[in-house]
């Protein structure tokens, strides 16, 4: 072989070897880089895996999560026409605020609510999933189930606080909170995003109760008011990293296409150790109100993301979209404390600070002796329909204060 073809053979020898160890070392190190976050994630709380929860030893009588899923079941044959009143039917019926034809509709189903009555008084909880297998979350349907029975408690708490049968509503609506809670025992947005979603039904159930039924509800309020939702939103952040490691994110789709595909799975650790390292930090942040950290996430939405970290720049802006989701959680759930508070006194010295902006609640006593509580936020003529919503809390529809005039038809129509 002449000396020209040896060198040249010789070179491209060399280059393979170069880019091998290149290749080598950029997989080391990610590998490296990754199992240090992962270590810091366990210390903060969070997991590798969820193998945890299949360790857990729990008798079939004493299990939450079965007893929701019998009531489930229980509820669904009143889907068929035989049966009276359909599922349909009735929910049609309170979307439409014709709660008084419900009554006969929800003793039809007493037996089911009282079911689930009992299953909220179970303390253990284990969802029989394949925690090997997290993408089957996503599939077992329990979400929509849950959300739905959650709704026929509230349909059941309004059909009964219509009739002033508070202990009926309230624990209706107390098994409503218990199943929310049972959801969000397996730490994901998602189901973070339901739980919140349920609590939001039950919230909302209460705007324009009379002042005297706060009293008949104690363990309702009781339960809202101790609700931590910053340690929820926290616990499924950290639990997003085991689902993140867990996930064959090449056959979801969520990589680099052309070009780019290998150079992007030739970084994946390093991609995931900044997803990681993103998420923890991120369930530290919300431990702070969300006005104080608003910088911070707006931050991390605009952060320009390397083009061979696809699953960081592809989740982790939706990541802090849910944090905002907590802080109006928190600002209704708030408004709502307050209107409880100040329906057995107007002498609070006490005025909440909104958990969005940062600034004191507002409110405001109308003629016909109602309150009108809200934050700034309703003030200001950007916001949307929806979020004015949220921000305000009518104790009595109608009347509204100088500085929610302009929003009156808006305010009265989404309220009444």
């Known amino acids: 072989m002449k000396l020209r073809y040896k060198i040249a053979f010789g070179g491209f020898v060399c280059l393979m070897v ?51 899923l019998e009531v489930f079941r229980e509820l669904d044959k009143f889907d068929t026409p035989a049966s009276g009143m359909t599922n349909e039917e009735v929910y049609d019926a309170w979307s439409d605020y014709e709660i008084d034809g419900l009554g006969s509709a929800m003793e039809a189903r007493r037996a089911v609510f009282e079911q689930a009555h009992a299953a909220a008084q179970l303390e253990q909880v284990r ?12 599939n077992t349907g329990y979400f929509g189930k849950s ?14 606080l219509s009739k ?8 209706s609506l107390v098994a409503a909170l218990s199943l929310s809670e ?35 509800l104690p363990n309702t309020v009781g339960a809202l008011t101790d ?105 209704r759930r708030d408004l709502m404390i307050w209107a409880a508070a100040l329906a057995g006194t107007e002498s609070i010295s006490h005025t909440p600070i909104d958990a969005l902006t940062g600034q004191p609640l507002k409110r405001w006593r109308s003629p016909g002796g109602g309150w009108v509580l809200w934050s700034i936020e309703a003030e200001k003529p950007e916001s949307a329909i929806a979020v004015r919503d949220l921000s305000v809390w009518l104790t009595q529809p109608g009347t509204l204060p100088p500085e929610l005039q302009p929003y009156a038809y808006e305010l009265n129509d989404e309220k009444d």
């Open 182 to 216: 049972d959801i969000v025992a397996v730490p994901l947005l998602i189901n973070t995003l339901v739980s919140v979603s349920i609590d939001m039904l039950v919230i909302e159930s209460l705007e324009g109760i009379e002042p005297v039924g706060w009293g008949h």
């Open 127 to 138: 969802w029989p999933y394949d925690y090997a297998y997290l993408d089957e979350f996503f």
């Open 18 to 68: 170069f880019h091998a160890a290149v290749a080598w070392l950029i997989q080391w190190s990610g590998q490296r880089a990754l199992e240090r976050e992962i270590e810091q994630v366990i210390a903060a709380g969070g997991a590798r895996d969820f193998s945890a929860f299949d360790e857990l030893d729990i008798p079939d009588d004493e299990n939450a999560a079965l007893a929701w």
């Open 227 to 331: 609700r931590d939702y910053r340690d929820w939103f926290r616990k499924a952040l950290l639990g997003e990293v085991a689902y993140g490691l867990s996930y064959d994110w090449d056959a979801d789709g969520a990589t680099s296409e052309g070009l780019l595909r290998v150079p992007a799975r030739l970084w994946r650790n390093h991609d995931l150790a900044f997803y990681t390292m993103r998420l923890r930090e991120m369930s530290a942040l919300v431990r702070r109100p969300y006005y104080e950290l608003e910088p911070e996430l707006r931050a991390i939405e605009a952060y320009d993301y390397p083009r061979v970290y696809p699953i960081s720049a592809s989740y982790l802006e939706s990541s802090s979209a849910c944090v905002l989701t907590l802080g109006r959680m928190e600002l």
């Open 164 to 171: 002033e049968d508070w202990e009926r509503a309230d624990k």
């Open 147 to 160: 959300r739905k029975f959650a709704r026929f408690l509230v349909i059941d708490a309004t059909a009964a």
